[in-house]
């Protein structure tokens, strides 16, 4: 079992930077692939970004390459979201998730454990 709690979101201008964390609980955080799903209102909840157990692998929706990256820090149980040159696109609660399998799986349905969400707004 893993809960997750996000935070780091807020109101930034468009090219402004912002970075997201997750903090999850649980001691099999390291065994856990890690995501970022991201939903605008009326919009389907989207992958954003994944990564491996192990940090050696990561992948990106194509909107968002050279742009946001991710990490994680098995030792803090933490997974971050380095979120740069930002658009009024990327708007959107992002919501951190976790799952005992691939982390480029893009079905949000294929993912086991979630956060509550976090608003990221960006300003044009």
């Known amino acids: 079992q893993v809960q997750l709690v996000e935070s780091g979101g807020g109101l930034v201008q468009a090219g402004g930077s912002l970075r997201l964390s997750c903090a999850a609980s649980?001691?099999?955080?390291?065994?856990?692939?890690m995501g970022w799903f991201r939903q605008a209102p009326g919009k389907e909840r989207e992958f954003v970004t994944g990564?491996?157990?192990?940090?050696?692998?990561?992948y990106y929706t194509d909107s968002v390459k050279g742009r946001l990256t991710i990490s994680r820090d098995n030792a803090k149980n933490t997974v971050y979201l380095q979120m740069n040159s930002l658009k009024p696109e990327d708007t959107a609660v992002y919501y951190c998730a976790a799952r005992s399998g691939s982390y480029s799986n893009t079905d949000f349905r294929q993912w086991h454990y979630w956060g509550q969400g976090t608003q990221v707004t960006v300003s044009s």
């Open positions: 649980g001691r099999t955080f390291s065994s856990y692939a």
């Open positions: 990564i491996s157990w192990s940090s050696g692998f990561t």
